[in-house]
C-alpha cells in the first residue's frame, strides 16, 4: 500500500513547524524506500545519496560496530553526508522491515536552505552528537 507522504511527513518532529502548503510541496519530492530486515541503509565510510524519514519500522545507528542510538518512525536520519559531501558517519541498518521515505541530495539541500526551522534542527541535533562524541572520547 501506498503511503499518505503528507500525514507521514506531518509526523516528522524535524518538519513540526512547517506549514501544511510547504509539506505539501515538499511531499512531491519524497519517494518511498523499502528495505527488509538486517538490511544496511547507509554504510559508514561509503557514499551516500539520500536523507532518510522513518514512517515505520526501527533501525539501528552504529559506529566502529557500537550501537549508538535505535531510530523509529519519525526519526530523520543521513543529513551529515549530504551536508559535507563526506562519506557516512555511521551505519544505519534495518532491525525490522522498514518503511522509509527518501530525499535526494539535491532536493535536501534545496529544502534546508528554504526552512531555516529544519537547518536550526539539524543544527541542534549535530551539535548534540558533536557533545556526546566529545565525551565519549574523553573517556
Ligand atoms: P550520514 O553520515 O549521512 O549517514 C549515517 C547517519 O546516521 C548520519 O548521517 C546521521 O544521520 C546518523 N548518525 C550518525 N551518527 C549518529 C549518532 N551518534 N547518533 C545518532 N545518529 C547518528
Redesign the pocket.
Known sequence: MAVDTIDALSRVPLLAEMERTQLERLARSFRERRFDAAQVV?R?GEE?AGFFVIVEGVAA?T?RGET??E?GPGD???????IDR???????IAETGLLCLALSPWDFRAFVEENPSVAWSLLETMAA?LR??DAHHDH
Open positions: 547507509t559508514e551516500g545507528v559506529v549508538r542510538r531510530l530523520a536520519f543521513g543529513e551529515m553526508a549530504l563526506g562519506p557516512r558517519s555511521a551505519t544505519v552528537r556526546a562524541a
